[in-house]
T-cell receptor
Framework: GQQLNQSPQSMFIQEGEDVSMNCTSS?????WLWYKQDPGEGPVLLIA?????ELTSNGRLTAQFGITRKDSFLNISASIPSDVGIYFC?????????????FGTGTRLTIIP | DGGITQSPKYLFRKEGQNVTLSCEQN?????MYWYRQDPGQGLRLIYY???????QKGDIAEGYSVSREKKESFPLTVTSAQKNPTAFYLC????????????FGDGTRLSIL
């Protein structure tokens, strides 16, 4: 099955820095989703994007649905220790009741003391 | 509280043994999913079910089986035919209509003794 190209694979930043990560695909998606996963737990939905060009914020998080429908980015401003974890993008294609959600390979965020 | 419950949290299997992972949801969601997660990789779809008594193979269904006899339950059996079963297994569900984000349980980690 297809997986999205997500970058970077890992990031090491200092507390207070801004973070940016993105996902690209050769396929068009109807919906882009961003999840965060803490160790040993399931992914938690952060932001859902439903329209090309849409820019959505959730607190310090901002995500955009690319105008071509083949990419999305997630920004985190003023990072804090609880932002540590793995971030996944996911693209959803929905055709006549058939749905397929494809996940990126994840971006591991580490905050350096 | 409404949510998705996976059990057990940790599971150990002897070689040649079948094991069943439980997934229960009280969200009244129609669609349920099983994913496998390996280190450094995104989530890969094993099986999904959009309605009771119906399920479809995902990208990596070989060595797995499922049933969907009740709306709230979607158990996954890892059979002895699955040669590399050690992984983190995640169950998800989503509300109808389609195009809605999936929400995840907290996962079951399966290891081979």
């Amino acid at each position: 099955g297809q997986q999205l190209n997500q970058s970077p694979q890992s990031m090491f930043i200092q507390e207070g820095e801004d973070v940016s990560m993105n996902c690209t695909s050769s396929s068009i998606f109807n919906t882009w989703l961003w999840y965060k996963q803490d160790p040993g737990e399931g992914p938690v939905l952060l932001i859902a994007l439903y329209k090309a060009g849409e820019l959505t914020s959730n607190g310090r998080l901002t995500a955009q649905f690319g105008i071509t429908r083949k990419d999305s980015f997630l920004n985190i401003s003023a990072s804090i220790p609880s932002d540590v974890g793995i971030y996944f993008c996911a693209g959803l294609i929905s055709n006549f009741g058939n749905e397929k959600l494809t996940f990126g390979t994840g971006t591991r965020l580490t905050i350096i003391p | 509280d409404g949510g998705i419950t996976q059990s057990p949290k940790y599971l150990f299997r002897k070689e040649g043994q079948n094991v069943t992972l439980s997934c229960e949801q009280n969200l009244n969601h129609d669609a349920m999913y099983w994913y496998r997660q390996d280190p450094g990789q995104g989530l890969r779809l094993i099986y999904y079910s959009q309605i009771v008594n119906d399920f479809q193979k995902g990208d990596i269904a070989e060595g797995y089986s499922v049933s969907r006899e009740k709306k709230e339950s979607f158990p996954l059996t890892v059979t002895s035919a699955q040669k590399n079963p050690t992984a983190f297994y995640l169950c998800a569900s989503r509300p109808n209509p389609g195009g809605q984000p999936q929400h995840f349980g907290d996962g079951t980690r399966l290891s081979i003794l």
